[in-house]
Nanobody
Framework: QVQLVESGGGSVQAGDSTRLSCAASGRTFNMYDIGWFRQAPGKEREVVSSISWSGTTTYYEDSVKGRFTISRNNAKNTAYLQMNSLKPEDTAVYYC????????????????WGQGTQVTVSS
């Protein structure tokens, strides 16, 4: 099982870009899908983007399509979320999560979570 640590959050201005990283411990990173989620104050946690274990399949929530890009480097045990053209409504705590690859899991639930990193976008 992997453990996840996010980094790269901070305070930025609207229109700026920033990149979040999700570093995983363990030698089985390439057996897990990775997802990025966010939770804004007073709102439920929502999925932002996800990438399959092989990197061949990605998903983006509608509000971030064309602005955010998810990627992963299995050799470095790290996933990334490149966030461009940031908006104040992107302000949230961002979490990365992992679940076993589709051919290895019995449930679609995201079972491993990082501690989260704050992203604050000022107008």
């Amino acid at each position: 099982q992997v453990q996840l640590v996010e980094s790269g959050g901070g305070s930025v201005q609207a229109g700026d870009s920033t990149r979040l990283s999700c570093a995983a411990s363990g030698r089985t990173f390439n057996m897990y899908d990775i997802g990025w989620f966010r939770q804004a104050p007073g709102k439920e946690r929502e999925v932002v983007s996800s990438i399959s274990w092989s990197g061949t399949t990605t998903y983006y929530e509608d509000s971030v399509k064309g602005r955010f890009t998810i990627s992963r480097n299995n050799a470095k045990n790290t996933a990334y979320l490149q966030m461009n053209s940031l908006k104040p409504e992107d302000t949230a705590v961002y979490y990365c999560a992992a679940r076993p690859a589709v051919h290895l899991r019995t449930s679609p639930e995201w079972t491993i979570w990082g501690q989260g990193t704050q992203v604050t976008v000022s107008s």
